[in-house]
């Protein structure tokens, strides 16, 4: 598989970064590099009894939310150490243009 300039420059938008040609270069490499990697992992094949992803096997164990606390019981306490607010809402640097 390989993965074009244009392929590169479409991520960056994605991702909001910025590259000069040179870099993009540079990348469209990496990433074929990556991209050949993973195909060679997905062609192994395990032996019999092996579990691919034994990570998967595992449980989230969950507890039932029994005695809750009385809603807004710490929005005092938490709001009295914000450094910004306004009324009932924390202010907070706009990091969205």
């Not at 909001?16 to 992992?41: C, H, M, N, P």
């Not at 969950?62 to 306490?77: C, Q």
Request: zero cysteines; charged letters at 30%.
């Amino acid at each position: 598989m390989s993965i074009g300039a244009d392929d590169v420059r479409k991520l960056a938008e994605l991702s909001r970064i910025e590259f000069s040609d040179a870099e993009v270069v540079k990348l469209q490499g990496e990433i074929d590099s990556i991209l050949s990697y993973i195909d060679t992992i997905r062609k192994v094949e395990m032996p019999e009894g092996v579990a691919a992803s034994p990570h998967l096997a595992l449980e989230n164990v969950m507890r039932e939310d029994e005695n809750p606390h009385e809603t807004g019981m710490y929005t005092d306490a938490l709001m009295n150490q914000a450094p910004r607010k306004d009324g009932n809402y924390l202010k907070v640097k706009k990091i969205l243009p």
